[in-house]
């Protein structure tokens, strides 16, 4: 059964960053397009960035610009690299397989302080 285990998310002040890491195991990670998204408290979870297996990226509007996504195959684990950080991008991180598996991570809480 594939995990993903995300980690790195914490207390942040406006304007801080942060990097995200989410670990995947039960799959062939290297062959997978992934996707980090979020949910804030009461709202849906949304879409924020995904690399594709050779290495395309595409970002939100919302992140552009700010976040930064990556990879690394030799450990199955996906990067968010997170700058400039605002209030509103506080929420709980998660990373998934695009498609996404049925089963997600317990995911990461990033909270910024204004």
């Known amino acids: 059964q594939v995990q993903l285990v995300e980690s790195g998310g914490g207390l942040v002040q406006a304007g801080g960053s942060l990097r995200l890491s989410c670990e995947v195991s039960?799959?062939?990670?290297?062959?997978?397009?992934m996707g980090w998204y979020r949910q804030a408290p009461g709202k849906q979870r949304l879409f924020l960035a995904r690399i594709s297996a050779s290495g395309f990226k595409y970002y939100d509007g919302s992140v552009k610009g700010r976040f930064t996504i990556s990879r690394d195959n030799a450990v199955n684990t996906v990067y968010l690299q997170m700058s400039s950080l605002k209030p509103e991008d506080t929420a709980v991180y998660y990373c998934?397989?695009?498609?996404?598996?049925?089963?997600w991570g317990q995911g990461t809480q990033v909270t910024v302080s204004s």
């Open positions: 039960g799959s062939i990670f290297s062959t997978e397009d």
């Open positions: 998934n397989r695009i498609p996404s598996y049925v089963n």
